[in-house]
C-alpha cells in the first residue's frame, strides 16, 4: 500500500511547477487524472528532446498519471469536469489569475458542488497583490527575487541558476501545503483555497542572507565558488581540477588542517584562527590552499578527507552524477517502459520511506490516453463520447 493511495487528483496544470507538484503527489499513490486542453494538450509536450516525436520533457514530469482532453470552455466537457470534481479530493491548476473564473472552474466554483475540495492554485505571483495579474516564470523570479544578483561574481553579468529551482520550488511548496490541507481535511471536514506564488516559494530558503540583511542591512552580493558565511566553504583548484571542500565547523577545519594537508600549523595562524577570521581572509585562505593543494590530484585529496571525515566532493557533470555509484544504489536513476518512447530513465524518489516506498506505477501518459477510460468510469456510453469527440468537446 501506498500512503497516499486514498487521495484523487484533478491536474489541470502544465509545464513545471504544477505538474511536478502532482508527480509527486501520484507517486507516493494518489490517483491523478491530468486534465489537458484540446489543442495539443500539454505545453510541455511541444518541447523537445523528442524520442520517436513524443517529448522526452514532458515524459519525465508526467509518470503515474491519466491523460483525459477536456474543451473547458464548452458547457458539456466544462459539466463532466464538474462530475470529476465532485469525487475529487484535491485540484491543482496554474492558469493566470482569473482565467479558471472565466472558465467557471475556479474556487469558488467547485467548493459549490464539493466543500471538501483542496483547491491549488499556483502562479507567478500569486492570486492577490498588485502584480497578481501578470504572468510569471522561474526565470523572472530568479531575477525579481534578488536570486539573481548573488548568483555568479562579482562584478560580472548576472546569472541564473543551472535549474529551474523556483518553479521546483513551488511544486514541492505545493505538495507539502496540498498535504498539511489534507490532514486539517482529514480532521475537520473542511477544504480550503492554497494560494501559492512561484515568486514567494524561494525566498525563505534565503537564510543567511536574511540574517544579514535584516540585522546589518547587508545586502548580499555573488559569492562565486565560496560559502557566504564559513570558509573555506568553497571549490578549491587541485592539480587536475575543482573539488568541493566543506569545513564548515571549526573541528572539520582542525581535521582538514592536521589530517588531510598535514599543515597544523594554520590552525594558529592568527588570520585562520576562527570561521569569522577566516571569512574576513577568505581571499587570502583560498590562494594558500590552492598552492599547498597544487602538487595532488582531485582524487587524493577526497581520498585524504575521507579518511578524515572532512566533507568533500567532486563537482561533476550531470552524467558523472547518474551514472555515481551511491546514486545508482539508492535508486536515484529509474527505468520504466513507454509505449512510444520504450526503455527510458528517469530520476528516482528522494525520500525513502521504510513501509510505503513511492512506486512508478505507470509511464507519463500519452495525449487523451485515458479519456474514454476515466469518463466510461463516470458513467458515459461509447456513443455519447463519439458524440462529444464529434463536436470537439473531448480529444
Given at each position: 500500500?501506498?500512503?497516499?493511495?486514498?487521495?484523487?487528483?484533478?491536474?489541470?496544470?502544465?509545464?513545471?511547477?504544477?505538474?511536478?507538484?502532482?508527480?509527486?503527489?501520484?507517486?507516493?499513490?494518489?490517483?491523478?487524472?491530468?486534465?489537458?486542453?484540446?489543442?495539443?494538450?500539454?505545453?510541455?509536450?511541444?518541447?523537445?528532446?523528442?524520442?520517436?516525436?513524443?517529448?522526452?520533457?514532458?515524459?519525465?514530469?508526467?509518470?503515474?498519471?491519466?491523460?483525459?482532453?477536456?474543451?473547458?470552455?464548452?458547457?458539456?466537457?466544462?459539466?463532466?469536469?464538474?462530475?470529476?470534481?465532485?469525487?475529487?479530493?484535491?485540484?491543482?491548476?496554474?492558469?493566470?489569475?482569473?482565467?479558471?473564473?472565466?472558465?467557471?472552474?475556479?474556487?469558488?466554483?467547485?467548493?459549490?458542488?464539493?466543500?471538501?475540495?483542496?483547491?491549488?492554485?499556483?502562479?507567478?505571483?500569486?492570486?492577490?497583490?498588485?502584480?497578481?495579474?501578470?504572468?510569471?516564470?522561474?526565470?523572472?523570479?530568479?531575477?525579481?527575487?534578488?536570486?539573481?544578483?548573488?548568483?555568479?561574481?562579482?562584478?560580472?553579468?548576472?546569472?541564473?541558476?543551472?535549474?529551474?529551482?523556483?518553479?521546483?520550488?513551488?511544486?514541492?511548496?505545493?505538495?507539502?501545503?496540498?498535504?498539511?490541507?489534507?490532514?486539517?481535511?482529514m480532521a475537520t471536514g473542511e477544504g480550503q483555497h492554497i494560494d501559492i506564488a512561484i515568486t514567494e516559494c524561494g525566498l525563505p530558503w534565503f537564510t543567511w542572507e536574511a540574517?544579514?540583511?535584516?540585522?546589518?542591512?547587508?545586502?548580499?552580493?555573488?559569492?562565486?565558488?565560496?560559502?557566504?558565511?564559513?570558509?573555506?566553504?568553497?571549490?578549491?583548484?587541485?592539480?587536475?581540477?575543482?573539488?568541493?571542500?566543506?569545513?564548515?565547523?571549526?573541528?572539520?577545519?582542525?581535521?582538514?588542517?592536521?589530517?588531510?594537508?598535514?599543515?597544523?600549523?594554520?590552525?594558529?595562524?592568527?588570520?585562520?584562527?576562527?570561521?569569522?577570521?577566516?571569512?574576513?581572509?577568505?581571499?587570502?585562505?583560498?590562494?594558500?590552499?590552492?598552492?599547498?593543494?597544487?602538487?595532488?590530484?582531485?582524487?587524493?585529496?577526497?581520498?585524504?578527507?575521507?579518511?578524515?571525515?572532512?566533507?568533500?566532493?567532486?563537482?561533476?557533470?550531470?552524467?558523472?552524477?547518474?551514472?555515481?555509484?551511491?546514486?545508482?544504489?539508492?535508486?536515484?536513476?529509474?527505468?520504466?517502459?513507454?509505449?512510444?518512447?520504450?526503455?527510458?530513465?528517469?530520476?528516482?524518489?528522494?525520500?525513502?520511506?521504510?513501509?510505503?516506498?513511492?512506486?512508478?506505477?505507470?509511464?507519463?501518459?500519452?495525449?487523451?490516453?485515458?479519456?474514454?477510460?476515466?469518463?466510461?468510469?463516470?458513467?458515459?456510453?461509447?456513443?455519447?463520447?463519439?458524440?462529444?469527440?464529434?463536436?470537439?468537446?473531448?480529444?
Open positions: 500500500m501506498l500512503p497516499l493511495e486514498r487521495l484523487k487528483v484533478l491536474d489541470v496544470s502544465q509545464i513545471m511547477a504544477g505538474p511536478y507538484c502532482t508527480m509527486v503527489l501520484g507517486d507516493m499513490g494518489a490517483e491523478v487524472i491530468k486534465v489537458e486542453k484540446i489543442n495539443g494538450g500539454d505545453d510541455s509536450r511541444q518541447m523537445g528532446p523528442y524520442v520517436n516525436d513524443e517529448s522526452t520533457c514532458f515524459s519525465q514530469i508526467n509518470r503515474n498519471k491519466k491523460s483525459i482532453s477536456l474543451n473547458l470552455k464548452d458547457e458539456r466537457a466544462r459539466e463532466i469536469f464538474y462530475r470529476l470534481a465532485r469525487e475529487a479530493d484535491v485540484i491543482v491548476e496554474n492558469y493566470r489569475p482569473g482565467v479558471t473564473t472565466s472558465l467557471k472552474i475556479d474556487y469558488d466554483s467547485i467548493r459549490a458542488i464539493n466543500p471538501g475540495i483542496i483547491y491549488c492554485s499556483i502562479s507567478g505571483y500569486g492570486q492577490t497583490g498588485p502584480y497578481s495579474h501578470r504572468g510569471g516564470f522561474d526565470l523572472v523570479a530568479q531575477g525579481m527575487t534578488g536570486l539573481m544578483s548573488m548568483t555568479g561574481e562579482k562584478g560580472r553579468r548576472p546569472l541564473k541558476t543551472g535549474v529551474a529551482v523556483y518553479d521546483i520550488g513551488g511544486g514541492i511548496t505545493a505538495v507539502y501545503s496540498i498535504l498539511a490541507a489534507y490532514i486539517h481535511r540574517a544579514a540583511y535584516f540585522s546589518e542591512g547587508k545586502v548580499p552580493e555573488p559569492t562565486g565558488w565560496r560559502h557566504r558565511v564559513s570558509a573555506p566553504y568553497q571549490a578549491v583548484k587541485a592539480r587536475d581540477g575543482y573539488l568541493m571542500l566543506g569545513c564548515a565547523n571549526q573541528r572539520t577545519w582542525e581535521r582538514f588542517c592536521g589530517d588531510v594537508l598535514e599543515r597544523p600549523e594554520l590552525m594558529e595562524e592568527p588570520r585562520f584562527l576562527t570561521n569569522f577570521d577566516r571569512g574576513q581572509h577568505v581571499e587570502e585562505l583560498e590562494a594558500l590552499l590552492e598552492t599547498i593543494m597544487a602538487d595532488r590530484d582531485v582524487d587524493d585529496w577526497l581520498a585524504r578527507c575521507d579518511r578524515a571525515g572532512v566533507p568533500a566532493g567532486p563537482i561533476n557533470d550531470f552524467a558523472q552524477a547518474m551514472s555515481d555509484e551511491h546514486y545508482l544504489a539508492r535508486g536515484m536513476v529509474q527505468e520504466m517502459e513507454h509505449p512510444v518512447i520504450g526503455r527510458m530513465k528517469t530520476i528516482g524518489f528522494p525520500s525513502k520511506f521504510s513501509a510505503t516506498p513511492s512506486q512508478i506505477r505507470s509511464p507519463a501518459p500519452l495525449f487523451g490516453q485515458h479519456t474514454d477510460e476515466v469518463l466510461g468510469d463516470l458513467g458515459l456510453p461509447p456513443d455519447e463520447l463519439a458524440t462529444l469527440r464529434d463536436a470537439g468537446c473531448i480529444k
